[in-house]
């Protein structure tokens, strides 16, 4: 399975989990299809890792996802005018992306006063309660840092333990400090492809997502605002 599949894996589970999300009222149908796209995040993520070891135009690269982030919410800003109704920052997910891999860079150069600039970084997506938070960080340090695939299954759940919703957490009286809902835990579907995974990029456009994003939202917020008229 090389990089091309696995793309497609993430875009596929990500438009199930956004059509859950603005599209369907909340019941038995929302669930599934936000569970199905709990596998999206971590595959994006691992895809920005792979970019950050592998691209031979790092600059380059960090800026596409800079200028996508902020083309998307120009966007998202343009929408919250005409309908009245925010997705700033909460659900942009090249956000969470673009500072997980210019934290990466970071870690990567000598000047130890550029490292620094990490800790706002991390602080940050806490702040503005951007997409995923500190939670999404992580998830892309864990793939930048860590190469083995066990290693990496293994801080993944460590991580998830403190952000997902369950029964121990409660039970201990640290429930309110969970920040996802019991279906994250399907995000750790994510590992079968990666574990599947030959290290090979595959071919495919490397533009095609940054168009799809943003146009899958505009679609999706067209049929929102119908609906609701």
Not at 9 to 27: K, N
Not at 178 to 202: E, V
Request: no cysteine; hydrophobic share 55%.
């Amino acid at each position: 399975m090389n990089g091309k599949v696995l793309k497609w894996i993430a875009i596929i589970t990500m438009t199930f989990d956004h059509i859950g999300f603005y599209l369907v009222p909340e019941g038995p149908l929302y669930l599934i299809l936000r569970s199905i796209g709990r596998i999206a995040y971590p595959l994006f993520a691992f895809m920005i890792a792979e970019g950050f070891h592998k691209t031979s135009h790092l600059s380059r690269y960090w800026m596409r996802l800079a200028v996508a982030a902020l083309v998307i919410e120009l966007g998202l800003l343009g929408f919250y005018f005409i309908e009245g109704t925010s997705y700033l920052l909460t659900t942009n997910v090249f956000i969470p992306l673009v500072i997980g891999l210019s934290i990466l860079i970071l870690l990567k150069q000598q000047k130890w006063y550029l490292k620094l600039l990490i800790i706002p970084l991390l602080i940050l997506p806490e702040l503005l309660h951007t997409s995923y938070g500190i939670y999404g960080i992580m998830i892309i340090l864990i793939f930048g840092l860590i190469s083995h695939r066990v290693e990496q299954i293994s801080t993944f759940i460590l991580l998830s333990i403190f952000f997902i919703d369950w029964p121990v957490l409660l039970w201990i009286g640290l429930g309110e400090y969970a920040r996802y809902m019991y279906i994250q835990w399907f995000s750790l579907l994510s590992f079968i492809p990666l574990f599947l995974y030959n290290g090979t990029r595959g071919t495919y456009n490397k533009w095609f997502f940054y168009i799809y994003y943003p146009a899958h939202l505009l679609v999706l917020f067209i049929i929102q605002f119908f609906m609701t008229r």
